[in-house]
């Protein structure tokens, strides 16, 4: 993991939290069980163990790309995560003043990604920011706010550059569910749901159209699909049912 928006210990916070089910938010407030707490430890002792490597210490192009390739050609990764692309600077994405200069570093950066990749037979999944537009787009199906292609923030190169482009979309966003009573579900209530969540099909140079829906867990980031072994529901009443 190229890790530029967050430091490599926060990151293995949330990886912990994730592999162990326990809010790591929780933990540090104090507010966690010394059983919580013994399973945060374990599964953070246990990512120690496994060949994961985080460099959160590189932000501009060149060392960024440095990165990369040290953990391929070092560590023999075959999974590269840069968080995230428009996090990342350069000599021409930096200009100030003509959009046309700004454009060109964002559309040299996604080659220079693409062309990396290739030379190091990787797989490289490259985050990045939407248009803030994107919020306020009006209903699509009768949902609100659906990612396009289009709305890659700086530049639509991403788009054309990717051999796979999606979007995440995350409905209790726009439409959180209702209880029972009519009152609104609290901010912690609704992340200790599981929340559908729809990674959606932008674009595939390989073909294929179809979005798939998962569930989140936001106090623990965990993603869990239905089919999964042990798939525990937590319910909740009230979805919004778009027509």
């Not at 209702?178 to 609290?186: R, V």
């Amino acid at each position: 993991v190229v890790s530029i928006e967050m430091p490599g210990r926060k990151l293995m916070y949330k990886l912990a939290s994730t592999w162990s089910g326990v809010p790591w938010k929780r933990l540090l407030k104090g507010d966690g069980t010394s059983d919580e707490a013994q399973r945060f430890d374990a599964a953070f002792d246990e990512l120690g163990k496994m060949p994961i490597f985080i460099d959160d210490t590189v932000r501009d192009a060149s060392a960024v790309c440095s990165a990369i390739r040290r953990m391929a050609r070092m560590h023999a990764c075959r999974v590269v995560y840069v968080d995230y692309f428009q996090l990342i600077r350069s000599q021409s994405n930096s200009l100030k003043g003509k959009n046309d200069n700004v454009t060109a570093g964002w559309d040299a950066l996604s080659d220079e990604l693409r062309a990396l990749a290739k030379e190091e037979d990787i797989a490289l999944v490259v985050l990045a920011q939407f248009n803030k537009d994107v919020e306020h787009r009006a209903k699509t199906h009768g949902r609100k706010g659906i990612p396009k292609g289009m709305d890659f923030r700086s530049t639509e190169k991403l788009l054309m550059d990717a051999g796979l482009a999606a979007g995440v979309y995350r409905e209790f966003h726009y439409h959180a569910p209702k209880k029972l009573s009519g009152s609104s579900y609290e901010e912690g209530e609704l992340a200790e749901m599981h929340q559908p969540i729809e990674f959606l099909n932008l674009g595939a140079r390989e073909g294929g159209t179809r979005s798939v829906e998962l569930f989140i867990q936001l106090s623990t980031g965990r993603v869990m699909d239905p089919l999964d072994e042990g798939w525990d529901f937590v319910p909740w009443q009230g979805r919004v049912v778009q027509t």
